[in-house]
């Protein structure tokens, strides 16, 4: 027997990950207004998912699921601080020891910031948490003597306290103050075109996690107007005031029921101007596995690890009610050798599923824990999609039709018939008619997980790391002497803006 084809065996894998992605604003969706023409061609040579979920729409959560292929409730990884209990299996862990060279570019969300998930090498960019202060593109933002003020304004609150009025006033619709090369969608792009450089003809595993187009909306200077707010089309699901539940449950990062068209035309011009960054380096990265000659046979993901309601319901962010833009997530799967180009999916799918369909492309099994479905194979997709938020106390299950949202906290329950109500706007739980629906989901949502045992939080922050150069130590000084650089740059940033 000839012996097998490397190429076919353990195809070059690149993982392209968003960050509050909603899984409409692509053009390949039928976006009205955006321009993401690179992204669109990607879809083009692959399969484009119109039913693809995350299982918790919250940032760590939601990637740790996607590398263990595991819901939250069994890796235990109920928000942005936390990090994996020992033993737990990950497709980069796997891939490597199938002896795949494996690496992580951007924004990744661990704790520790550089957790060996798997991966031989991470190049990093974080936003919040003690990431900002360990990662590799804050260090070198130091030594050129810049500061992302916009970011630190928006995700610290020692400077959100004392933000500019401008921040303010603008719900961070402001274009970036960092250079266009140093904005963190380019720093992201520029490495991860670096790590594709270094491949060969197969087992390559590349993850490249985008900050952007999480808030705050601050795209580089030329990029600002890429979009004119007066001649972008309203989302479907905007309405012009807030739902009272909506409210109840969360005021939002900026307050939801002082949200003026105005406002949100200029937030939504920003977030598509960020989005079309990333397609840009998208673009990048794609030619530069032309050029190799590694397109054709890569297996190449994108994908975010959740959505932004970005005007449904008069809100923008996340954090509250389980609606299918914070929910839903974009998902475009380019297979090796043009497998089922240009095709789309309807089928019920989630990021766990990305665990297991990867694994099988390149050959490996994956582990006992892992719960997804290959979509190679599974092409029918699940009967019911669930998933979980605010730490386990929100619930979610969700047919093609009906969705049922369950709020512990709250003593809430929100049934959608998604047929009649597809934007998520009139609650059927009371109605006599859905009564059997109400029960039957009801009964799968206890099945997938026992609510009165939830496991807690996993938290070790001397958990094992990576063993590179550019890994600080956890327990020397290096936090306390980047945190005071940028206290001093925030502090000449708030006396440069002050007026008069």
Known sequence: MPPADTDTQH???????????????????????????????????????????????VCTPSRYSLLSGQYVHQHRGWDNHCTFPPGTETFPAILKQAGYKTAAVGKMHFTPTYLDVGFDEMVLAEQDGPGRWDDDYHRQLRVMGLADVND??????????????????????????????????AWTGRRAIEALEQWDESSNLLMVGFIKPHHPFDPPKEWADAYDPESLHLPPDWTESCFPRDLALSKGHFPHNTLTEEDFRRILAAYYANI??????????????????????????????????????????????????????????KYPGGRDAGSVSDALVSNIDLTTTLLAQAHCAPAAAM???DLAQDTAGRELVFAESHG?????????????????????????DLEKDPYEQVNCHGEPAYQDEVRALTRALDEWRDAASLPNKYLDEDAPVIGKTNVPLRHDSHRDEISAYYREKMAAAGAANRPG
């Not at 004392?162 to 006033?169: G, K, N």
């Not at 979610?396 to 969705?403: F, G, L, N, Q």
Request: net charge neutral; aromatic share 10%.
């Open 276 to 333: 079309t960054f990333i397609d840009r380096q998208v673009n990048l990265m794609i030619d530069a596995l032309e050029r190799k000659g590694l397109y054709d046979n890569a297996l190449i993901i994108f994908t975010s690890d959740h959505g932004d309601y970005m005007g449904c319901h008069h809100m923008v962010g996340k954090m509250n009610y389980m609606y299918d833009p914070v929910i839903k997530v974009p998902l475009i799967v």
């Open 11 to 57: 195809p070059n894998i690149l993982l392209i990950h968003a960050d509050q992605h909603r899984f409409d604003c692509l053009g390949a969706y039928g976006h009205p207004d955006i321009r993401t023409p690179n992204i669109d061609a990607l879809a083009a040579d692959g399969v484009r998912y119109e039913n693809s979920f995350c299982p918790f729409p």
């Open 152 to 185: 630190l304004e928006d995700q610290r609150r020692e400077y959100r306290e004392r933000a500019r009025q401008e921040y303010w006033d603008s719900r961070s619709a402001l274009p970036s103050n960092l250079p266009l090369e140093w904005h963190t969608t």
């Open 392 to 416: 386990g106390a929100q619930v979610m299950a969700r047919s093609k039709t009906r969705k049922l949202i369950r709020h512990a906290g709250h003593d809430v329950a929100f049934f959608c």
């Open 371 to 373: 719960k997804g479905l």
